[in-house]
């Protein structure tokens, strides 16, 4: 958990250039190596590369937060929101990867609680990849601009990611599609929501994830906030 100081509701100057990285740094990397060895257990148990896609769904989980990373050192606000904009595409992949639970058989090689063990570890880090990065973005966006434009990014983001998760797994398209087949996705999005089974389906998608993400991170900010609650002192002995 991110400490964040009490000058502000969510961060200052101080947080973002005082912060010491290197627990979280410590607790990714400790998080990787457990999803990596995992999958290697998978494979000598199965001699079968079944599910090294999460570790491609994983790094581009991660993206968000080196772009996150990148804009807490921006000052200029027109690059933050180059930053910003890039980092909204990408949010998507954190919780895409729960979805990656429809590949999940009774009948693979490997016993059904370890496919679900791995499948979560994946899913669970790739969440938290993404509220850490959700809660960098909160962070500048209310020293840059104000508290309430910080909080309007974070609920506008949540369904965003939610919609994009819809389009990832439903459509199949990927984040660098808005910019390299925009008209293409745009026409498919368009002609899933003329169809009232699809539109219902979107909205479902988009509200479950979104949702997902927004309750998530309203308890990661809550834990913040009580560990910044005020410590009574001690009365004078008598």
């Known amino acids: 958990m991110i400490r964040m100081p009490a000058d502000r509701t969510v961060g200052g100057p101080a947080a973002r250039h005082g912060r010491r990285w290197w627990p979280l740094l410590a607790a990714l990397g400790l998080a990787l190596l457990w999803c990596l060895g995992l999958l290697v257990v998978r494979w000598r148990l199965t001699n ?90 909160h962070e500048w966006v209310e020293q840059h601009f104000s508290p309430l434009a910080g909080w309007g990014v974070v609920l506008l983001a949540c369904p965003l990611s939610g919609f994009g998760v819809y389009l990832g797994r439903f459509g199949r398209w990927n984040s660098w599609d808005v910019l390299h087949r925009p008209v293409a996705l745009l026409a498919d ?5 003329s169809t009232p089974a699809d539109a219902l389906r979107i909205g479902a998608v988009t509200f479950g994830f979104g949702g997902l993400l927004v309750v998530a991170y309203l308890i990661w900010w809550a834990q913040g906030a009580w560990q910044r609650r005020p410590v009574p002192s001690a009365p004078p002995s008598q």
């Open 189 to 193: 999005v368009v002609a899933q929501l």
């Open 48 to 137: 079968h590369l079944r599910y090294t896609f999460l570790m491609w769904n994983l790094f581009l989980a991660a993206v968000p937060l080196g772009l996150a990373f990148g804009l807490s050192c921006v000052r200029q606000r027109l690059i933050g929101v180059g930053l910003l904009t890039g980092w909204l595409l990408f949010l998507p992949n954190a919780p895409y990867v729960f979805t990656d639970f429809i590949h999940l058989s009774p009948y693979g090689r490997a016993p059904m609680w370890f496919d679900v063990l791995l499948l979560a570890s994946f899913a669970l880090t790739a969440l938290w990849l993404g509220l850490v990065s959700l809660h960098l973005v």
